[in-house]
């Protein structure tokens, strides 16, 4: 059974790591992307090779399976309204993700080369020498991919496109993105300034809201644990 207090920081975390980010679902139309850069040397990818999409804040990440097609986990609000294959195999809107981020609903997903890298520029196994590890040999890799195709739970912090593509390629799953984030919040939540800060932020509240349980508490015990984790 699920700790109450710790699936809703959990919650909070993933909604401040969404808003951090904001501006990696927000870039342009899909048209004023791939207008950037709308072609891809396909030849030089081989089947089980992880491919990375750089954006502002985040990288997106996914496994070549060959034939230029690439295995990615996208969250997707539509997969929750509908079963219609037609509608949801379209190119996903940042509308789409954004609620499917909020939904925490996804799917691993097969898109081209193109469709994928949404008109940035691709890594190849970058990976491989950022976190230092060996990977699977190429077809497993691929293989591995293939068979989590389909639905999944998605989550920024637990569940993104790093841990499915890292699963494949190492056999283990990770993200070092949202690693660094929680090391981030844990820096901010040491801060003595952000324990004042969200005292005065409580006060702010109670004066302009109003004595009241849903301002009192949250004003009390937010700098108390603030407090007490720093």
Same mark, same amino acid.
């Given at each position: 059974?699920?700790?109450?207090?710790?699936?809703?920081?959990?919650?909070?975390?993933?909604?401040?790591?969404?808003?951090?980010?904001?501006?990696?679902?927000?870039?342009?139309?899909?048209?004023?992307?791939?207008?950037?850069?709308?072609?891809?040397?396909?030849?030089?990818?081989?089947? !089980?090779?992880?491919?990375?999409?750089?954006?502002?804040?985040?990288?997106?990440?996914?496994?070549?399976?060959?034939?230029?097609?690439?295995?990615?986990?996208?969250?997707?609000?539509?997969?929750?309204?509908?079963?219609?294959?037609?509608?949801?195999?379209?190119?996903?809107?940042?509308?789409?993700?954004?609620?499917?981020?909020?939904?925490?609903?996804?799917?691993?997903?097969?898109?081209?080369?193109?469709?994928?890298?949404?008109?940035?520029?691709?890594?190849?196994?970058?990976?491989?020498?950022?976190?230092k590890k060996k990977a699977l040999l190429n077809e497993e890799v691929a293989q591995r991919a293939e068979k989590l195709l389909g639905l999944t739970p998605y989550?920024?912090?637990?569940?993104?496109?790093?841990?499915?593509?890292?699963?494949?390629?190492? !056999?283990?799953?990770?993200?070092?993105?949202?690693?660094?984030?929680?090391?981030?919040?844990?820096?901010?939540?040491?801060?003595?300034?952000?324990?004042?800060?969200?005292?005065?932020?409580?006060?702010?509240?109670?004066?302009?809201? !109003?004595?009241?349980?849903?301002?009192?508490?949250?004003?009390?015990?937010?700098?108390?644990?603030?407090?007490m984790a720093g």
């Open positions: 059974m699920k700790n109450p207090m710790l699936e809703a920081l959990s919650q909070l975390l993933e909604k401040l790591l969404l808003i951090s980010n904001f501006k990696l679902f927000s870039s342009g139309t899909p048209d004023e992307d791939k207008a950037r850069n709308s072609y891809y040397e396909i030849s030089s990818f081989l089947r !089980g090779d992880v491919l990375e999409v750089p954006r502002t804040h985040l990288t997106h990440y996914g496994i070549y399976l060959g034939d230029n097609r690439v295995a990615h986990m996208m969250p997707d609000i539509l997969l929750a309204l509908t079963k219609d294959k037609g509608r949801t195999q379209k190119v996903v809107s940042n509308k789409r993700l954004i609620l499917g981020v909020i939904g925490r609903i996804a799917s691993i997903r097969v898109d081209t080369v193109e469709d994928f890298a949404y008109g940035a520029d691709i890594l190849v196994n970058h990976l491989d020498k950022s976190l989550s920024l912090l637990w569940n993104n496109c790093e841990h499915f593509v890292t699963y494949c390629r190492f !056999g283990t799953s990770i993200s070092p993105q949202a690693d660094k984030f929680c090391e981030n919040v844990k820096i901010i939540i040491r801060d003595e300034r952000s324990v004042l800060a969200s005292a005065v932020l409580g006060l702010a509240s109670i004066v302009y809201l !109003g004595l009241a349980s849903y301002t009192t508490l949250p004003a009390i015990f937010i700098p108390f644990f603030l407090w």
